[in-house]
């Protein structure tokens, strides 16, 4: 009815409201997702949702699918495996490594095995592949090509924050989330046992995710050490005896 209006009558109202119906109606057609993005504030590459929960699918799912994207409009490209790992340092990995130094957020590891098959598959060019993606993230001196592993960027990402809290906070989002530790401290909360009760501790969405971090690279590295951190740790069980300081010691035979 309005474009039969538009056209016996080239209304500059009429064009207006025509321009905001269309608007709502494609606002109203798009997936939760894109509703999401569109309800978000750009800031320095990293999209500020209204909701913390929000973050993950607006920067991380959406900039999977960008990937996708790149990787079917790239294989084409008379490229050799070397050439297409190098794609995947200089081009995808910058991206990926942007947001998780911007966004402390935990990623489950279901997110980087779908990123591993959508590298893998641009590697191999949709074929089965000829070597695992695990022997290929190998260094060189090892016999792989020394592919990235996402999992592990995103860990020393996130990690390497936590020398931060294990000292004296004077950066001001370390104060921030020192502040929001009312019952404990940033230090204890590292050295608790894993996994940690968060709710009586912190009510801040950042150090709740970045225990997690913590506690989900604890877990992938089993013969992982923090050394001694409790008082139970200077107890043996089968001596029944507290150990003194050559017990302690680290065997010459391990430095």
């Known amino acids: 009815i309005i474009d039969n209006q538009i056209l016996s009558n080239p ?3 009429l064009l207006k ?7 709502k109606f494609d606002l ?10 569109l309800q978000s504030k750009g ?52 991206k990926f490594l942007f947001v998780f130094q911007c966004i402390p957020l935990f990623i489950p590891k279901s997110f980087f095995r779908s990123l591993n098959q959508l590298i893998s598959s641009f590697l191999w060019d949709g074929k089965p592949p000829r070597i695992s993606i695990r022997t290929l993230q190998k260094p060189h001196s090892q016999g792989g090509l020394a592919l990235p592993n996402f999992l592990f960027y995103y860990w020393a990402a996130n990690i390497q924050k936590l020398i931060f ?14 502040s929001s530790c009312n019952q404990s401290s940033l230090p204890a909360l590292i050295h608790s046992s894993l996994p940690i009760a968060l709710a009586r501790k912190s009510t801040n969405p950042i150090v709740y995710s970045t225990l997690r971090i913590w506690s989900q690279f604890c877990s992938h590295i089993k013969d992982f050490n ?17 150990l003194n300081f050559p017990d302690l010691q680290i065997p010459n035979s391990e430095i």
């Open 17 to 23: 409201k025509k321009t905001e119906l269309q608007s």
């Open 28 to 37: 109203l057609s798009t997936t939760q997702a894109e509703k999401r993005l």
């Open 226 to 242: 923090q050394g001694i951190t409790k008082f139970k740790d200077l107890f043996d069980e089968n001596t029944k005896i507290f």
């Open 165 to 178: 809290w294990l000292q004296t906070p004077r950066a001001d989002w370390c104060l921030l989330e020192a």
């Open 43 to 94: 800031y320095l590459g990293i999209h500020i949702t209204r909701k913390f929960s929000h973050l993950h699918d607006i920067n991380l799912e959406t900039l999977l699918q960008k990937t996708k994207l790149y990787f079917q409009k790239w294989k084409c490209l008379p490229l050799t495996l070397m050439g297409r790992v190098n794609v995947v340092k200089m081009t995808i990995l910058p």
């Open 11 to 13: 209304d500059p109202h």
